[in-house]
């Protein structure tokens, strides 16, 4: 980082060795060809340069170097040891150089086609700005599973920059992204879609094999809205209403929350959550101070588990009341967590008075895929 902003953030290439020797040494080198080394644009490759510290950077204005690589004008190319070893972004002769639109291409021609999911390759995974992805999950153990990856594969470049194609191995330490969309182990092979910014998942009709035109057809469907997104949920336990807090999940939500008799009040959690686990005390004071109150429900939902037609829980705790009557009304709850607070909430029919505070609590973000538990720490945690 220091040395790309005290000296130069990317080498002059003056002839054909250097710019190979350039290219030969680094698995990823984006090298901007340029006929005037004066122009504001290259000030914006040099900016991104500075920044773009998983990438070696080179710049040229030789004509002979223009002829070398079959360029006749201003292209900026990332080469790379893998998949179709180049990738070429054309300068727009009247609009120049964008910087937004130089870093997107050099985020999505620089991840592979197809990406083995690990904790390595998780970061980058998310930090590509593709928000769809489409998952295969296979058992790397089985030669019948690994067969299916280069079907796979053949499909990936058709959705370049639009889809990213990931490979998750049930067999390795992927159990929570399995629970996240709520697989078994053993229904390997199959794949799952997912939009990672609505988060709504998306699983085959048919169920068919994974072939090259399976995935193809798979993927079109998908992105032109012919196939439905599908819900997680537990199943009802048969003891959901017997303890002050009620165990609500995605099967009887709706018969619950929004039952016109009843006052609902619902913790949405991640058991992984820190401020879950700080204000479960107080929660179930609360539930136990109203269980003999017949129109009042409190209620908790684990919304990594459980997912809902009516919106989606993007942090944890999220506390919801569900005023009795019609209309389907939602009030979220953005005061403090103590019992009293909570109280003066219901007791005021879904208002926190005004002389409470009613700053917002520290929540914690969700996040596709959360590490498990036992691979993070609880400072990790907090920051997803």
Not at 141 to 148: F, N, S
Request: aromatic residues 10%; hydrophobic residues 40%.
């Amino acid at each position: 980082w220091l040395r790309r902003r005290v000296g130069p953030s990317a080498k002059r290439l003056e002839d054909e060795a250097a710019a190979q020797a350039l290219i030969d040494g680094r698995d990823l080198v984006v090298i901007g060809f340029f006929q005037d080394l004066q122009d504001e644009d290259v000030a914006t490759f040099l900016a991104l340069a500075r920044d773009a510290l998983d990438m070696t950077f080179g710049l040229t204005d030789r004509p002979r170097l223009f002829e070398q690589f079959g360029l006749t004008k201003d292209t900026v190319v990332l080469f790379k040891k893998f998949d179709e070893g180049r990738a070429d972004f054309p300068v727009d002769e009247e609009l120049g150089l964008d910087l937004g639109d130089l870093s997107r291409f050099l985020v999505t021609h620089s991840m592979h086609l197809v990406t083995e999911f690990n904790s390595q390759t998780s970061p980058k995974i998310f930090a590509a700005r593709i928000l769809n992805h489409l998952l295969l999950f296979v058992n790397q153990t089985l030669a019948a599973h690994r067969e299916l990856l280069a079907g796979f594969g053949e499909a990936a470049p058709h959705f370049r920059g639009q889809v990213l194609f990931v490979v998750v191995d049930v067999a390795a330490d992927n159990e929570h992204v399995l629970q996240y969309f709520g697989l078994k182990a053993e229904a390997a092979p199959t794949l799952r879609f997912i939009n990672v910014e609505t988060t709504k998942k998306y699983a085959p009709v048919d169920g068919g094999p994974v072939t090259a035109a399976s995935v193809t057809a798979f993927c079109h469907a998908v992105l032109n809205g012919q196939v439905k997104p599908y819900l997680l949920s537990q199943e009802v336990p048969p003891d959901w209403d017997q303890r002050p807090v009620k165990t609500l999940v995605g099967k009887n939500f709706e018969q619950v929350a929004f039952d016109e008799t009843k006052n609902v009040f619902v913790k949405f959690y991640a058991p992984w959550c820190t401020h879950c686990k700080e204000m479960a005390p107080a929660w179930e004071a609360l539930a136990e101070k109203y269980q003999d109150h017949e129109d009042i429900i409190i209620a908790q939902l684990d919304a990594t588990a459980n997912e809902l037609d009516a919106f989606a829980v993007h942090s944890f705790p999220t506390l919801k009341y569900f005023p009795a009557g019609p209309g389907r009304k939602v009030i979220e709850y953005k005061s403090t967590r103590d019992l009293e607070t909570l109280s003066k909430f219901l007791d005021n029919g879904g208002a926190v008075p005004t002389e409470e505070p009613t700053e917002e609590p520290t929540e914690e973000p969700a996040a596709p895929f959360p590490e498990p538990q036992a691979n993070s720490t609880v400072g990790s945690k907090e920051e997803l």
